[in-house]
């Protein structure tokens, strides 16, 4: 995937979230936004794995404690929802991890708990992206 191809789907996914959120407004459960936001990703004929398991790996040994990632879109880029009083350093942290061990190219962050949904997101490029080729990850079965 280029990089104007993974921009315009980051700028097709925004546009679904400001959507739900134009029409449900701030002040609900993440979950209602999750659930609203799958539909109008659907509506716009992306892609969308929700609450996908990754199965970790430490030196080499597999684990039993995977994570799971709110939604990963067209397998390329992992959305983190939040309805949170702000973005916080840590779910920064959060999301470049899910791009390390996934080794997708990108992720938002979109916190539904304020006025404007431009103000709530924040994208994230893997720390690598500009110099290594981004990759589909293939989900486990």
Known sequence: MTDDEINQLTDLIIGCGIEVHKALGAGLLESVYRECFVIELAAAQLNVACERRVKLNYKGKP?????????VVESFIIVELKAVESIH?????QVIT??????????LIMNFNVSALKSGIRRVDHPDRYTRKPRRFSWPS
């Open 63 to 71: 684990i039993k404690s995977q994570l799971q990632n709110d939604l």
């Open 98 to 107: 899910y791009l390390k061990l996934t080794g997708c190219p990108a992720g």
């Open 89 to 93: 350093p840590i779910h920064l942290s």
